[in-house]
């Protein structure tokens, strides 16, 4: 996250949050417009309105972020796995919660269930679902169903799973147009191939 992306201000993609707030449900809607969506980031610490970089202090920001994973893993059906790191940001320290497109669609909020807790994006702002969009998300997660298909016959090895890794962030960097880009691409971990349907956990074992 740069100055400059802060100062383009919220999008389809990027949300602004200046704290934590205490009721999660006002940003888990986002969280599963995310998934249903492109994907996108929420960034904790940054004014919405104002855009000023408020950060966290650094003796609070740790139990922040585990208070955002157990919100997202409590809250949100099927399961989305957000990659939730820190980031300075002129000098202070902010939260970015990034999501990923997900594969099982439509994804909601469990406390509202799928008739009224569905959430897409519209530009920069989060709305519900209404019946025809939820019908869509359900037509496009059942057109991944087979790409999801369990390969139970195929046994995935650590040094597997490590190798498929590298050479995505690999091919990452070889797409990337200039070197900002570069810079910004991130490892990618057994979490985020979960979360993009890649893999899938199953009685404890990862399978593709």
């Known amino acids: 996250m740069t100055i400059e992306e802060i ?7 990027v949300e602004f949050k200046e704290n934590l ?16 969506g492109t994907g996108g980031k929420i960034i904790f610490g940054i004014a919405d309105k104002t855009r000023e970089v408020v950060g966290f202090d650094k003796e609070e920001v740790f139990k922040k972020m585990d208070a955002i994973a157990n919100a997202v893993s409590d809250s949100c059906e099927p399961a989305i796995i957000p990659d939730i790191t820190l980031q300075t940001v002129d000098g202070k320290t902010v ?19 799928r008739d009224g807790g569905v959430y897409v994006r519209v530009a920069g702002t989060t709305r519900l679902a209404d019946e025809y969009m939820i019908k869509e998300l359900l037509f496009e997660g059942s057109n991944r169903y087979y790409d999801q298909a369990l390969c139970t016959g195929l046994n995935v090895t650590d040094e597997d799973i490590d190798a498929l890794c590298k050479a995505m962030k690999e091919q990452a960097v070889k797409n990337a147009r200039t070197e900002e880009q570069k810079a910004a691409i991130k490892d990618v971990g057994r979490q985020q191939l979960r979360s993009w ?12």
């Open 21 to 36: 707030p205490e009721k999660s449900i006002k940003y888990m809607k986002s969280v599963v417009a995310f998934a249903n």
């Open 7 to 13: 100062l383009a201000g919220e999008s389809k993609n």
């Open 197 to 208: 349907g890649i893999l899938i956990v199953r009685d404890g074992k990862d399978y593709p």
């Open 95 to 113: 939260i970015v919660v990034e999501v990923s497109e997900g594969r099982q669609r439509p994804y909601y909020i469990k406390a509202l269930g």
